[in-house]
């Protein structure tokens, strides 16, 4: 007597393996002005990120610009300035993706502060946390 096992292959999607990285980086083009730069990569599409940078307010910091360099249209920015901080923040617009093909992509603050003062960067901080289009949630912060 022949038994015979009948197999079904259900159909799934293979997600690769999430990897991101973020590179903090700080530049003083002049003695009142401070750039604080992230640059991002990952291994797959994103379909949801949030970054945040934290600039304390110790030297009367006021906010000159924000950059960002992710695709046209997939992410906003904004900032607000409280007595003691200025926050920026950068998000995904729903139902866009941040393409892979991209990486690096990277988001700048700008500002200005009272000259000739030595700002000690390393209070000022950076939270990333996205997702993949598969669904696999990373979470990156760091310091300037």
């Known amino acids: 007597m022949l038994?015979?096992?009948?197999?079904?292959?259900?159909t799934s999607?293979?997600?690769?393996?999430?990897?991101c990285s973020a590179i903090p980086s700080?530049?003083?083009?002049?003695s009142n002005y401070q750039v604080e730069h992230l640059s991002l990569t990952c291994?797959?599409?994103l379909s949801n990120l949030n970054i945040t940078q934290i600039v304390q307010r110790t030297y009367n910091e006021i906010h000159a610009r924000q950059y960002?360099?992710?695709?046209?249209?997939?992410?906003?920015?904004?900032y607000i300035e409280t007595p003691t901080q200025i926050i920026y923040s950068w998000y995904s617009l729903p139902g866009m993706h941040v393409d892979k093909n991209g990486f690096p992509y990277?988001?700048?603050?700008?500002?200005?502060y009272t000259s000739g003062s030595v700002r000690?960067?390393?209070?000022d901080t950076w939270q990333v946390s996205l997702q993949s289009i598969c669904g696999t949630s990373l979470y990156l912060s760091g310091t300037f």
């Open 3 to 10: 038994k015979f096992l009948l197999a079904t292959n259900p």
């Open 13 to 19: 999607t293979v997600c690769p393996y999430l990897t």
């Open 26 to 30: 700080v530049q003083n083009p002049s």
């Open 43 to 45: 291994s797959q599409s």
């Open 68 to 78: 960002q360099t992710f695709w046209k249209d997939a992410t906003n920015m904004t």
């Open 106 to 112: 990277f988001i700048e603050t700008q500002f200005y």
């Open 120 to 123: 000690i960067t390393h209070y």
